[in-house]
């Protein structure tokens, strides 16, 4: 009997569609896309270290009087090493697992592929910015007074907002200081002393001892860039295998990337001391 037109295990996971699924999840997944811009431009580029560019700013422009030469500012930008990480798991479906499910298992797995993936990617976005050479310190409990302090080192003139990273210890010491001193003026709560501009997010990401402020890009401005990227070195890679004995399709997939702060002057570390 000729068996080549006979519908197989392996015919019903096409990797490509897959691959299409997980990247068309991964972006809407990622949590941190309010902090980082997603790059694909070192798509094809060689090479497990990249190097990147960061450019310096050149500084607000100055009031000049007819005639008057313009003042001249150099353009500056510094080569930056960005490692170059993989994420990616294998999900084995078993066949009667995939003849028995109500829903289809292969859009299931894209879905946790996805998760998990862009799960990490969040992770490394937010060890990324505790790599900032701008700091702040603090002592004791964080108080109002001392995020505050923090925040104004951005010297914000436009519509762009804040988002402050936590332990949710240390919201809690802050919400207590609110509170406490705030209360007989009227005040009380985050939103009475805090400014409706500045968000923030609860993460045991963070530990006790380190709080991140991330000045957001200007959303009136069309071409703002956010204080991080993230470098996808490839699509979604996603592949399938067999186990004949165990009855099981293998489904996997990864992606290559790296993580880089693309504007220092928008990221502080607080740091208790």
Known sequence: MDKTNWTKSTDLIIPKIVGDMVSAKLDRRLKMLRVCDVDDSLVGVPGDKNLVGQYKYVGPAEEVGESDDLVMKKLEAKPVPMEIKEAGLMIPITDRAR??????????????????????????????????TRTSPWTGDITVDQLLAAVDMFAI??????????????????????????????????????????AIVRTRSMDENTIVVVQLADETDEEATKPLKVHYKNEVLCEQGRDIAGRATYLTGSQIYGVQIWDENRVIKMTRV
């Not at 859009?107 to 910015?129: F, N």
């Open 99 to 132: 003849i028995c499910a109500a829903e289809d298992p292969a859009d299931e797995a894209s879905k946790q592929i996805a998760k998990s993936i862009t799960d990490k990617i969040d992770s490394d976005v937010k060890a990324a910015m505790l790599t900032t």
């Open 157 to 198: 003139e436009d519509d762009s907002k804040v988002e402050v990273y936590m332990h949710p210890s240390n919201l809690t010491a802050l919400k207590k200081d609110a509170k406490d001193r705030y209360t007989r003026h009227g005040k009380d709560g985050i939103s009475g002393y805090i400014d409706a501009e500045i």
